[in-house]
């Protein structure tokens, strides 16, 4: 729960998830590092395909193999190295210390199996209990998320619950064995805005009282802004940014994350057109070389085409990856002229 | 539930009547003179006689509407008129047949279903493996091999080579001992009277008869249920909430057993009942290859000889059997599937 505590929750160091297709190796996850503290809700952002799906599946150990595999680095989850564990030792994890939920709601619950019945499962998976009470602590989990009659609900199967109430029952089946962390997947992407809405704050009321930690996956910084306390911004399988929530938004200093930010509209800002990042994500079976983002950045030299630069420390807790990000200044003091002249 | 099988049950008699509008309309077809032999139970008595006062007699010239009102009553009444090919009323061939039909279709259905579902889910699961491959490559020459091909090449090897499974019901000695009196038919179904009689060469015996027809039934659809099931479970292995039951920690075998198999199989229950008649046509060809005496033995042979009676009787039964086993097919849908149920 001490947001300051020095010693990190999950720590993944340099990951590396690829996938063996007939087409090539697929580099979907290239070396990626972020830390999460108890407590702590980092959001990991970017376009699809950036490899964000793929850092949470190798976290929980459930990247389809074959054709995946984690290549090189180490998931350190409350000093054990996740990536070392066997299948059955990973199964004790998942759903336990770690869970996740997922994009689909309408999906992701079986449609055979009762609601109660997916919940209890997961309770008498990892707790010692017997039928009557996991189904008493499925009504009660069901109450928490803010079900209505959850006594009622609980009998009911997935079909008849809209896609609000699904994404309700999956925390619910997600926190029933206290986890540690909450991998969130694209929550409230399949979702109406007024239940995006309800969803992240109910995430953020239960974080509060579950005291656990959040990676939050999305493209949306909307939901960035809402509930992530630091943020690793992805872009073709790597980290490119990672920083505080603020500092992120006030001040961006890879070209990427600026592209991203003057793609969203802002109330303080009037423009013409909101600016589109060019091109798009490259495939990841044929990345540009050196600076993966060369193809699309306004700042690309030729060191950028021909070196890839580390992920560099700027200032306290502030990681970029990018040889020019001095020069984005520039770059953003141009487009705060244009607008003034507008 | 009970409410959804009442329903259907209640939609039963209209179908019926749809069915035998159907068949009625196949022997309206015919001419007087080819109809009169479905009315006449003794071939003589149209030596002699006046063809066209037997027509008057029986009212063949009648308006269709007459016509199928009697028709209808007599089916009703049970009376399906006398056939030919079987030298006995068709009500008779029918119920003498029916046991014999039965037995060997339930020996083949719990094969082809058990069997079929087992292998498609392990084939799903080892998918591109070794064993996959293998499993495809079997169901792939079943699935091409037609029945007739196949039931001579079971009786030719089996029967004429090896010598193990012989055609027929029963051989000789064990059909005397079942015509005797001491051996009580329960229900013309040599395998369990035997068991009922406590007579085990009986039950040895019919089983051997056995094999080669249910061997030769169960290939084709065995291939058929193994391809739906493992397409469908690999499909459903692919599934959101599959990949939710793996997060919550839940181990493969439940996964597959628990939260795949029984997605899996929705699509299958649905091919059951094309399956069944299938089966039903594989029954005819099975049968007369293995001279076997059932129902399809008797639809082949009432066929070969015009036999019409025999041919609407056979009909006819068969369309009720379908009828009540598509009815059992919703009725598992709606047990596995509660989207089904709950509408």
New interface residues.
């Given amino acids: 729960m001490n947001f300051l505590s020095k010693e990190p929750l999950v720590q993944v160091k340099g990951l590396k998830t690829h996938f063996f297709t007939e087409e090539g190796v697929v580099k979907a996850v290239d070396g990626v590092d972020f830390e999460i503290n108890p407590g702590e809700t980092l959001g990991v952002v970017g376009e699809s395909g950036c490899g964000k799906s793929v850092t949470s599946l190798s976290i929980m150990g459930l990247v389809e193999s074959p054709p995946g595999k984690i290549v090189e680095g180490e998931i350190n989850f409350q000093g054990t190295d996740l990536t070392k564990l066997s299948q059955k030792e990973m199964r004790k994890i998942r759903g336990n210390d770690i869970s996740m939920i997922f994009q689909e709601p309408m999906t992701s619950l079986n449609p055979v199996y009762t609601i109660g019945n997916q919940i209890s499962e997961a309770i008498m998976l990892h707790k010692k209990v017997n039928k009557e009470e996991a189904k008493r602590q499925s009504i009660e989990m069901l109450e928490k998320v803010g079900i209505p009659l959850p006594e009622q609900r609980v009998n009911e199967y997935p079909h008849q619950l809209s896609g609000g109430m699904r994404q309700r029952v999956m925390i619910a089946m997600s926190l029933s064995c206290d986890p540690q962390l909450l991998i969130a997947d694209e929550p409230t992407t399949a979702l109406d805005v007024t239940i995006q809405a309800q969803i992240l704050e109910l995430m953020n009321d239960l974080k509060e009282s579950y005291g656990m930690a959040i990676m939050m996956i999305t493209h949306d910084l909307g939901v960035i802004a809402e509930v992530s306390d630091r943020v690793a911004v992805m872009y073709a399988g790597k980290v490119v940014e990672y920083t505080d929530v603020e500092t992120l938004f006030k001040d961006p200093e890879h070209p990427y994350t600026w592209g991203l930010m003057n793609s969203i509209p802002k109330l303080d800002q009037t423009v013409e057109r909101l600016e589109a990042i060019p091109g798009s994500v490259p495939s990841p079976l044929n990345f540009p070389s050196g600076c993966k983002y060369n193809n699309r950045c306004p700042l690309a030299t030729d060191k950028c085409r021909e070196i890839e630069p580390e992920l560099e420390t700027i200032s306290e807790g502030h990681q970029v990856r990018c040889w020019h990000y001095k020069e984005l200044e520039r770059l953003k003091n141009e487009r705060a002229e244009t607008a003034k002249i507008k | 539930m009970i409410n959804y099988i009442l329903r259907r049950l209640l939609i039963l008699p209209f179908i019926l009547f749809g069915v035998t509008i159907l068949i009625f309309s196949m022997i309206m077809m015919l001419g007087p003179y080819q109809r009169l032999s479905t009315y006449i139970e003794d071939p003589s008595q149209l030596k002699g006689g006046d063809v066209d006062q037997l027509i008057t007699k029986y009212g063949l010239d009648d308006p269709w509407y007459e016509q199928y009102g009697r028709w209808v009553s007599g089916v009703l009444q049970g009376d399906l008129g006398w056939s030919e090919s079987a030298g006995q009323p068709v009500t008779e061939a029918i119920a003498s047949r029916f046991p014999a039909t039965f037995e060997l279709a339930i020996f083949a259905v719990i094969p082809v279903v058990m069997g079929g579902i087992w292998l498609g889910v392990l084939s799903a699961v080892h998918h591109n493996d070794k064993l996959d491959h293998t499993i495809r490559i079997f169901s792939t020459i079943g699935w091409s091999f037609p029945t007739f091909v196949f039931g001579l090449l079971v009786l030719m090897v089996f029967y004429g080579i090896l010598g193990w499974f012989p055609p027929g019901r029963l051989d000789n000695w064990a059909l005397t001992v079942v015509m005797s009196d001491g051996f009580t038919e329960y229900t013309g179904m040599h395998v369990l009277d035997g068991i009922l009689n406590g007579n085990f060469d009986i039950v040895v015996n019919s089983f051997r008869h056995l094999i080669g027809p249910i061997f030769t039934l169960a290939i084709v659809w065995w291939s058929f249920i193994l391809r739906i099931t493992r397409s469908s479970m690999l499909e459903t292995l692919s599934?959101?909430?599959i990949?939710?039951?793996?997060?919550?920690?839940?181990?493969?075998n439940v996964v597959i057993n628990k939260?795949a198999r029984?997605?899996a199989l929705i699509p299958v229950v649905t091919v059951a009942g094309p399956m069944v008649l299938g089966l039903l046509g594989g029954v005819v060809i099975t049968e007369t290859v293995f001279g076997y005496r059932g129902l399809g033995q008797y639809a082949a042979q009432a066929a070969a000889q015009l036999d019409y009676s025999g041919i609407l009787g056979v009909a006819m039964y068969f369309s009720f059997l379908l009828i009540l086993i598509n009815l059992l097919v919703d009725v598992s849908y709606a047990v596995?599937?509660?989207?089904i149920r709950?509408e």
Avoid: C, F, Q
């Avoid at chain 2, 990949?243 to 493969?252: L, M, P, Q, Y």
């Fill in positions: 599934k959101d909430y990949r939710t039951a793996r997060a919550k920690g839940v181990s493969e939260h029984r997605n596995i599937d509660p989207r709950l």
